[in-house]
């Protein structure tokens, strides 16, 4: 099945979607080292069987005539500044705001399915209007925009369509908060990621089920302890159990502690094997360098090592606050090496990243994990295989 992915950023959701067997038409990115990145790492999908065509560029100009016949599924993440929690929220009066560049690549293709995501503030209580906004037209992509008409009327003019029942969906859109722990990621991050279907396919689809859990990790902590011994740290050296994790222990304790789910991933669990940065001697591995300066303050104290990490972020001044720090048992903090933060969204060792330590951390930072992009759209592969 072949896509194209917009907002392609450093690669995160267009290897996540090549691992679930999707073949790249094209892949569009405007920024130069994200660019770079995707370049220095072909490999990782012509090993796959995928010669794609990279578009370096504004996706608003982008030939999308040139794939329009054969194209099964769009996908992309457009940029979430506008929406962000640490931006100036300034949502659809950002220039920045490429909502309207996926719903017209929608419009423009037409593909049995598409793949859109976005931060957790987009479903704030003052973008409620747009995010309605942005289903609907998703809904019904041939009722584009007139000239001249604002978002508030053509909104009102879908509500309508959509009320009256004149006008049937064109695509059957659904969208859900996920918590990329829960995929196995370690590291918290929450994404809403908004799925269509064509409706003439009839698919029957829903999000794949989680497959990590924070109670199981609770429990291979403080009542089997196989975290704490599959990594070797002894009994005094382990912390307390906190008071918080006693009262949640006593309440699984009258339910079924044994259930599918695998533990959440931990800041140990994903960097555990590499060396110490802070040590004299190059590492083999690529982008696994000391960064020095750290410090913690309010509301920046860094990520644990014994939970999954922060929501790695992104920023125009460098990296801003402790989410891209380690925050070690002792107290004190340092940077996340590159490649420490590649792993933590699951990038494999052998994805090199192009840029300074700050313009390769933005990227990072603005990346969809690898595994939380393979999960939706393998699942998203399977529903449109059973339509062939």
Partial sequence: MKSIELFAGAGGLAMGMARAGFHHSAVVEWDADACQTIRENLAHYADRGQEMLLFQGDARQFNYSLHSDDVDVISGGPPCQPFSMGGKHQGDLDARDMFPVAVDSVRRVMPKAFIFENVKGLLRQSFSSYFEYILLQLTYPQLSKRAKETWIDHLGRLECAHTQGKQKPVYKVVFRLLNA???????????VVIVGFR???????????????????????????????????????????????????????????????????????????????????????????????????????????????????????????????????????????????????????????????????????NAVPVDLAEAVSSSVHRALSLQT
Avoid: C
């Fill in 181 to 191: 722990a829960n995929y196995g990621v370690p590291q918290k991050r929450e994404r």
């Fill in 199 to 365: 409706a003439d396919l009839g698919v029957n689809w829903a999000f794949p089920d989680a497959t990590h859990s924070e109670d199981e990790l609770l429990v291979s902590k403080w009542v089997t302890g196989e975290y704490w011994e599959r990594h070797e740290v002894s009994k005094r050296r382990r912390p307390t159990t906190p008071e918080k994790v006693h009262r949640k222990l006593a309440r699984l304790a009258t339910g079924d502690l044994h259930q599918t789910y695998r533990p959440w991933r931990t800041v140990r669990d994903a960097i555990s094997d590499l060396p110490d940065p802070e040590r004299r001697g190059k590492s083999e591995k690529s982008n696994h360098i000391l960064n020095p300066g750290a410090r913690a303050y309010e509301g920046h104290t860094g990520s644990p090592l014994d939970e999954p990490a922060k929501t790695l972020k992104a920023g125009v001044h460098g990296v801003p606050g402790g989410e891209n720090m380690l925050a070690r048992p002792d107290g004190t903090v340092r940077y996340f090496t590159v490649r420490e933060a590649a792993r933590i969204q699951t990038f494999p060792d052998s994805y090199v990243f192009h840029g300074s330590w700050s313009e390769t951390m933005r990227q990072l930072g």
